[in-house]
């Protein structure tokens, strides 16, 4: 049979990148970047060449098993689903509908289908407990921006004179907007680069970089607006005209002098300078802050903030380069009913709802103690799809506790993950290779847009089913059918792609590589904010008991927050940076991948490392307050003295057994990840 070539795109990590699927005789052989696909225009990173190699890896689960006497044994679905029906049903009668969790990875925001219909499940089941990654990840700067602008304007650093990269490493973890900022600096239409980031990154080579203590970058922001407020370098018309509170922004930027800063962030004043008015005079210009590495801190959602205000007071808000305003395309909508308030919401009540908005989500930090202590109320079920929470969400060691604690847990997955191996049911789910689906993230990550069919390319392996098919299977057998009526995947995107104005037939006939769904437009706009203004001062914060303007706060363990503490521990720890051969504990078991990248490694400056008689290739002990791992030093110069960072999502090594499940950020109950403190010895 000849070779076909499919269109799709890669749903394995925010980029999104549009794909060249080349099919022979049924099976994947090889995969290519789609040159035609605006977002990543035929890049590819090399988790997304070895998708061959991990649909058919050695590992797939191949069909539904269930755990007897703490081994598991095959079954088959109807009894899998019977099974779970039931159980699920019990712990309804017994605890309430509440009792139960269901928990999505980031597949299910790289994957809208996925937490679509966890949303549904839950509302037809009627637990408020929907927990996800949004929980420690994104969510921050979605709120920030909004309490700011009333909407969600996103950045587009390839139309900016200037652009400054707060921790983010697009080399590995964003190549669609790395390989778009390299070519406007290229082209001349970007001129000024600014990184700033702990390590000397390689997009540091390009530009100029400011080598920050890990945790203190509002404090760095803050600094910037000293200088541009205090030199008369802001947009005063625009100020004048869109935004309110400018008066109190500028009384309380006045204390945070370059010099001040300076002492905080380890930033010379003079490049403090510098910077904010590079991004003054270079309009437009952008902020690009990292995805999780501004948010996993006690003054995430504040650093998010003054980010939305330091683009505001520049003027850099709904023009080409600056952050833009896109429509985002509306789906089928998978709520059923109003829910009443998941866990969290007392503790952390705008990361729920402000302004009548409410957010699907419960904050999952929480959840060990509501399965533990039983606070607020006992949970005592979890379905989990699309992530591995047992390795990949802090502390690890209690996440696993209560898992074990539960009564009753499924997860749905493609491997045998730490999750699922705490499972009584698991359920073989199928990749996204082996269904179709509607491609729309483009949008929200990448201000583009863009939308495409995500075609099946294969058939599923072995007994393994499409999400949609899973829901279907267990709510029919709850009585929920009528919520779960779709008989054919056709069906279900026809249900998403209803509301938007585009047909399955469209994306799959005439634009098999996908089409723009809007124009993106860069008009003034309208601010949706109780005050139809741009808010730099948030009575919503205030009304709240929060910084209504953002100030610097030390990470709850830090040189300066717990000088004793730091005699103890006195190396500044990171968790998480991205590497390109893995998306989170994902693709350990690809061959190829693991050649690349076989074990996890600790970096470490080799002043640091000699401190503590470790060599480069050493294995080393990092202990935190927390728990102690063993990992191999990687010692380089590119990481400022004093820090050590390692990745996630490894088994061995697992930097969740360092990390702490206490939710640290006030506004979102975010946990910190990214500036801790910790003690080194070789091994
Ligand atoms: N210490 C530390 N921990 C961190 C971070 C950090 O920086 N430091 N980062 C955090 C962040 S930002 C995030 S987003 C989380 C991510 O945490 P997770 O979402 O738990 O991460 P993954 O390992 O990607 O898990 C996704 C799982 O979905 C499965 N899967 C793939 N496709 C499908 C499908 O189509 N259907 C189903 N049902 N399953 C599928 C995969 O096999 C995989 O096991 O990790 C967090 N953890
Ligand atoms: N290859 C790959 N790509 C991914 C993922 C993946 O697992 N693998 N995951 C996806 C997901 S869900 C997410 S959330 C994103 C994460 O993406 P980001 O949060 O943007 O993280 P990275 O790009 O890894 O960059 C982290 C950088 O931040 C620096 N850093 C550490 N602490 C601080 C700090 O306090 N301040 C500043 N300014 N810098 C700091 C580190 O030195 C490192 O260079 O990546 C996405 N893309
Ligand atoms: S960067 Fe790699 S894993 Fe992420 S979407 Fe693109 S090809 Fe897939
Ligand atoms: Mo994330």
Redesign the pocket.
């Known amino acids: 049979m000849a070779q076909k070539i499919i269109k799709s ?9 549009g ?1 060249d699927a080349y099919v022979k005789d049924g099976k994947l052989v090889k995969v290519e ?1 789609m040159k035609e696909h605006p977002i ?1 225009e035929g ?6 060449e070895a ?1 061959p190699e991990w649909v058919y890896s050695k590992g797939r689960l191949q069909h539904p098993m269930q755990k007897v006497d703490g081994k598991w044994e095959r079954i088959s679905w109807d009894d899998a689903l019977d099974t779970i029906a039931e159980k699920l049903q019990e712990i309804k009668d017994k605890y309430g509908a509440r009792g139960l969790a269901v928990y999505t990875g980031s597949l299910g925001t790289e994957n809208i289908e996925l937490a679509a219909y966890a949303q549904r499940f839950r509302g037809v089941y009627g637990t408020p407990n929907l927990l996800s990654v949004e929980g420690n990840c994104f969510r921050s700067r979605i709120m920030a921006r909004q309490m700011t602008f009333g909407g969600y304007p996103i950045e587009e650093p390839w139309n900016s004179k200037c652009v400054i990269v707060y921790g983010q490493n697009m080399d590995n973890s964003r ?2 907007v790395g390989s778009k900022i390299y070519k406007a600096m290229d082209d001349g239409t970007l001129e000024h680069l600014i990184i700033i980031d702990p390590k000397r990154i390689p997009m540091a080579e390009k530009g100029i970089h400011l080598q920050l203590r890990p945790g203190t970058d509002t404090a760095l922001t803050l600094g910037f607006l000293n200088v541009i407020i205090g030199e008369d370098l802001y947009d005063k018309e625009f100020v004048e005209k869109s935004c309110m509170g400018f008066n109190r922004l500028k009384e309380h930027v006045k204390q945070y002098t370059p010099e001040t800063i300076e002492e905080i962030t380890w930033v010379p004043a003079d490049d403090i300078r510098k910077v904010a008015r590079l991004f003054a005079q270079n309009t437009p210009a952008s902020l690009v802050p990292g995805t999780c590495s501004i948010d996993q801190h006690i003054n995430g959602f504040q650093g998010n903030r003054i980010h939305a205000i330091m683009q505001a007071v520049t003027g850099n808000i709904n023009i080409p380069g600056g952050w833009v305003s896109i429509p985002f395309i509306r789906l089928g909508d998978m709520r059923v009913t109003e829910i009443s308030d998941p866990i969290g919401t007392k503790e952390h009540p705008l990361f729920r709802r402000f302004w009548g908005r409410t957010s699907p989500y419960g904050q999952q930090m929480l959840f060990a103690d509501a399965v533990l202590k039983e606070e607020p109320y006992p949970i005592k079920g979890l379905i989990c799809t699309g992530g591995n929470p047992a390795l990949t969400l802090p502390d690890s060691e209690r996440i696993k506790e209560a898992m074990r604690a539960l009564d009753f847990m499924v997860v749905s997955e493609l491997f045998m993950t730490e999750t699922a191996e705490l499972a009584d049911i698991v359920l073989p789910a199928c990749s996204f290779l082996e269904k179709s689906g509607v491609g729309y993230v483009y949008g929200v990550t990448n201000c583009i847009p863009y939308a495409m069919l995500r075609k099946k390319v294969i058939e599923p392996i072995g007994e393994s089913r499409p999400d949609w098919k899973i829901w279907t299977g267990i709510a029919n057998r709850m009585g929920y059918q009528e919520h779960f009526p779709w008989k054919t995947e056709e069906e279900v995107i026809d249900f998403f792609l209803k509301p938007s104005g585009l047909t399955r037939e469209q994306l799959d006939t005439e634009h098999p590589e996908g089409m723009y769904y809007a124009e993106k437009q860069y008009k003034p706009g309208k601010f949706y904010t109780p005050s139809g203004k741009i808010e730099l001062y948030s009575e919503t914060l205030a009304e709240n008991g929060y910084d209504p303007i953002p100030k610097h706060v030390e990470p709850s363990k830090s040189p300066v927050s717990t000088p004793e503490l730091f005699k103890k521990y006195p190396v500044i720890l990171s968790t998480g940076a991205r590497v390109p051969e893995y ?1 989170h504990s994902q693709f350990r078991g690809v061959p190829s991948l693991k050649k690349m990248a076989p074990e996890p490694l600790a970096e470490i400056h080799p002043d640091t490392a000699g401190k503590y008689g470790i060599s480069d290739g050493d294995m080393m002990t990092i202990e935190t307050t927390k728990g102690q791992i063993e990992i191999k030093a990687l010692t380089t110069e590119a990481l400022h003295p004093g820090i050590v960072s390692i990745p996630h999502g490894w088994a061995k090594a697992n930097s969740n057994v360092l990390t702490e499940l206490e939710p640290r950020d006030p506004v979102t109950g975010y946990t910190e990840m990214k500036a801790l403190l910790c003690r080194v010895a070789k091994a």
């Open positions: 795109d890669c749903i394995l990590c925010i980029n999104s990148c794909i970047g990543s890049a590819l990173c090399p988790r997304g998708l190549i669609t998306t």
